[in-house]
Every structure is written in structure tokens, then in C-alpha cells.
């Protein structure tokens, strides 16, 4: 029989070593796993490679992972915010590194990593200073860079609900890279508001296919959907 | 000589946008055309972060956290409006099916060049977001910027100084002097407000339209007078 329900979010995060590469899930806050990212710090692995098209809001969520000094690097294409605190400051000082993808880029290295694309060419950055010595082609008369898939470890996602093979369903905007993220790591773990019993997502409406998922964990979430007092099974 | 505020400039857009047309509005000010679009016209607003057919922002205590838009400010989802995951999203700007982006800039260079996403300051940290990837996706690329900066220097320049975003992918400039169209025979004057000439646009651009203005006509809406059509 296929469960791939886990009990609590620290049990699915258990075997997460230092030096992992985590995409995580989430614009902003609409989609942020928090709670799974609150079991990451205290898991406490180290030297971590972080994904995630921002570097953290506040002093929550992926700022407080930034925080508690786990990250040694971080993957996105808009870090700076009016409450990217955290990231600033370890910016500054140093104690980070930064590796700025244009917003597309990073969706499709992604989804190449997601699809076995062993890299890609993109019209996106060519000529600036973000595409500084990579290779460039022209096609069909217009100039391209060529960019290479992003594979992670663990994918951290937040999801409306699942099933226990695994498939998901997404809240509005809060979708966002939760799709893509899920194709690209070795193991990918949705937190989710509720697990419903096979069958009842509608399968034409299932965003995400179960193969892509590895970890289903039931969470009563302090950011989302599920923060506005809906009942969670 | 009338200079036209944030509002103005914004519905002076509006107008150049038609019926039916999918439109990706950027981050800060270009977020105020979707206050001016005419009522009689049917545009699908689109932000990077998955929406399609977005909505104007709910009414106070109705705002949901995971309804966002690239701004992450709060909206609302209208009728027919869809979501999707961002390597979609960026299909449809990346893919040339978005057919106007509206974008601010720091410069605009005369054979539209862009530059938006970074001071080019050492101690500034950039962020890129989604700004190359509408710059050479989008059908067509609006820039929406006030003509001079606070020293009174020129942001439509021969060249950017500032670090670019996209190369040769601006097609018209609005600003609150003039609207001005890149054409592959150089600037080109589309109207300028009130009281401003030909003349005086080129001196305080320090650039050379090749397709002049003549006359300022006065009393077109919205303070911006069409000429050298």
C-alpha cells in the first residue's frame, strides 16, 4: 500500500543532512511552508542551499531560517523587499551568498531540472550583466544564454490538500512554484490543510501528480488558507 | 508647460491599451493604470505570480493571504480568471503571448534599451524579479516614467549607464512631458503636453528626434496634445 502521509512536520524533515540543497516553496508568504520550515531549523542542518524566489519576509517563515545561520547560500530572483531584514543585514556582512536568477530563469531551471532538460537557451538576460560568461547563441536571428536545470535534495511545498498517494491541490496564488518544485528534488514534502481520502480529488482538477511528491504532512497553518480558522482534519 | 502627475500618465496608458489586450502591469506605478482602464473595454490583467484576469483589491477585512499579486499586495480574482504555477506564468510573458507589459525604468536608451531592475550602487542589493523576462517577452514593452530625474538629467539617454535589463525592447516611453515612440529610425514624438515644444524637448533631452513635433495643440485629454502623428 502506498501512505505517503507523515505525522507531523518534524517526523518529514527528519533526514534532511547539512549541505542539502532545499527549494522552498512560496511569493512572499502565499504559499511559504512555515511550519515545515520551523521543523527545519530545528533539525538544524547546516550548509544549506536554499531555492525560493525571495530571501525571506520578516522574521518568520524563511527569514528565521536565514536567521538561525543554516544558509550558506541562497538561489532567487527578488531578495530585496521591504522586509527582507534579515537577508540585508547577512548580505552585508557577508554571511551569505547570493545567486540572483531572473524570475523566469529560475521557473524554467527549475521545471528543466523537474522534466530531465539537461539545459536550456533563454532570450531572458542576454546582454546583462546577469549572463556575464555564459554562453550565448543566436537562433533564428535572436540572441540567447544558455542556463542549466536547478536539481534539489528536498522540496519543502505548501498545498490545499492531498491524498495519500500524493496528489495535490493548490489555494489561488499560493500555487506558485509549489508545482514545479515538487518535480525538481529527490524528495519533496507538501504540507497541506487537509488529507482527503483517495478519490476525492477530482482527478482532472489534481495540479500535482503524486510521482512527484514523497511526503504528505497535515498541517493547521499560521500563514494561508488555513490560518483563518478552517476546519482542518 | 503642464507636467502631468502619476494619475494622469497612468490614464494617459490606459487609452493605448484595447479591448481584449493581455496586460502585465509592474511593480508600483504602473499598478495604477488598472485604475483607468474604460469601462467599455475588456482587458485581462495578468501578474507573474499566476493570475490571470486579476481583480481590483477587496474591500478592507476581505483580503486573503494567498491571493496576491507581484506586488504581494492583496486582490481579488474575477470572473473567468485563472491560476497557474510560475513556470506557466513566465511561459505565457517568456512565450510573447503577453501582448503589453507596462514597466518603470531608470533609463530608456534611444534604441530602447532598458534599464529598471538595479542602481547599479556597489552597496545595493539587486533583485531582478520578473523585469528581463517581460522585457523581451512581451509583445509590446510600455515604459511609464517621469522624463527627468530629480537633477533634471534626461532618463530617455543615447545610451544607459545603468546596469540594462533588456536590449532593444522598449517600444514607447510615457512620461509626464511626452509620450514618445522607439522606432527603428530613432525617437520618435508621439504628443507632448501643453506648452512644451519640439524645441524644448530636445534641449532638455539633449537628444535629437528625428521625427519632430511641431505644435502643441491644447485642450486634448487628458493635458497631453496628439501631434506628429
Keep these: 500500500m502506498i501512505d505517503k502521509r507523515v505525522a507531523t ?29 520551523d521543523a527545519l531549523i530545528a533539525r538544524g542542518a547546516r550548509d544549506l542551499t536554499v531555492v525560493n524566489n525571495n530571501a525571506g519576509n520578516g522574521f518568520t517563515g ?74 550565448t547563441r543566436k537562433i533564428s536571428g535572436r ?34 512554484f509549489g508545482p514545479i518544485m515538487a518535480t525538481a528534488a529527490r ?47 | 508647460m503642464k507636467k502631468l502627475n502619476r494619475d494622469e500618465m497612468a490614464a494617459r496608458i490606459a487609452r493605448d491599451i484595447p479591448d481584449g489586450a493581455y496586460v502585465n502591469l509592474g511593480i508600483g506605478m504602473p499598478t495604477l493604470v488598472a485604475n483607468h482602464l474604460p469601462k467599455d473595454r475588456e482587458v485581462i490583467l495578468h501578474s507573474e505570480n499566476g ?11 476581505e483580503e486573503d493571504p494567498d491571493l496576491m499579486n507581484a506586488g504581494k499586495q492583496p ?17 505565457m510573458m517568456r512565450g510573447g503571448h503577453v501582448d503589453i507589459c507596462v514597466m518603470g525604468a531608470f533609463q530608456v536608451s534611444a ?12 552597496d545595493a542589493i539587486p533583485a531582478v524579479g520578473g523585469a528581463m523576462d517581460l522585457a523581451i517577452g512581451a509583445k509590446q514593452v510600455f515604459v511609464m516614467m517621469e522624463l527627468l530625474t530629480k537633477k533634471g538629467e534626461s532618463k530617455i539617454v543615447e545610451r544607459c549607464t545603468y546596469p540594462l535589463t533588456g536590449i532593444g525592447c522598449v517600444s514607447r516611453v510615457y512620461t509626464d512631458l511626452a509620450v514618445i515612440d522607439i522606432t527603428p529610425e530613432g525617437l520618435k514624438v508621439v504628443e507632448t503636453v501643453e506648452g512644451l515644444t519640439a524645441d524644448e524637448l530636445e534641449r532638455i533631452t539633449g537628444l535629437s528626434f528625428p521625427a519632430r513635433a511641431t505644435t502643441a495643440r491644447a485642450g486634448d485629454p487628458p493635458l497631453i496634445a496628439p501631434q506628429a502623428r
Design chain 1, 9 to 37: 512536520v518534524e517526523a518529514a524533515v527528519a533526514d534532511v543532512r547539512d549541505g542539502s540543497t532545499v527549494m522552498i516553496g512560496g511569493f512572499g508568504l502565499a504559499g511559504m511552508p512555515s511550519e515545515l520550515i
Design chain 1, 62 to 135: 524563511l527569514a528565521a531560517l536565514l536567521q538561525a545561520g543554516l544558509v550558506r547560500k541562497i538561489i532567487c530572483s527578488f531578495p530585496r523587499q521591504v522586509d527582507s531584514d534579515v537577508f540585508d543585514g547577512l548580505y552585508r556582512a557577508g554571511r551569505i551568498e547570493l545567486e540572483l536568477v531572473p524570475q523566469g530563469n529560475l521557473a524554467e531551471r527549475i521545471r528543466a531540472a523537474g522534466a530531465g532538460i539537461g539545459a536550456f537557451f533563454t532570450p531572458t538576460g542576454y546582454g546583462t550583466i546577469l549572463a556575464e560568461g555564459k554562453e
Design chain 1, 143 to 176: 540572441d540567447y544564454v544558455l542556463e542549466y536545470p536547478i536539481h534539489a535534495d528536498v522540496a519543502l511545498i505548501k498545498a490545499r490538500a492531498a491524498d495519500r498517494w500524493g496528489n495535490l491541490v493548490y489555494n489561488k496564488t499560493a500555487r506558485n
Design chain 1, 187 to 233: 524528495c519533496t514534502i507538501a504540507q497541506v490543510d487537509e488529507i482527503v481520502e483517495l478519490g476525492e480529488l477530482d482527478p482532472e482538477s489534481v495540479v500535482t501528480p503524486g510521482i512527484f511528491v514523497q511526503r504528505v504532512v497535515a498541517v493547521k497553518s499560521k500563514v494561508g488558507a488555513g490560518a483563518r480558522g478552517k476546519e482542518v482534519r
Design chain 2, 51 to 61: 493570475v490571470l484576469g486579476m481583480g481590483p483589491a477587496p474591500p478592507p477585512g
Design chain 2, 75 to 91: 486582490v481579488t480574482l474575477l470572473k473567468g480568471g485563472v491560476y497557474f504555477h510560475h513556470a506557466d506564468s513566465f511561459a
Design chain 2, 111 to 122: 534604441t530602447g534599451d532598458l534599464a529598471n531592475w538595479h542602481s547599479g550602487a556597489p
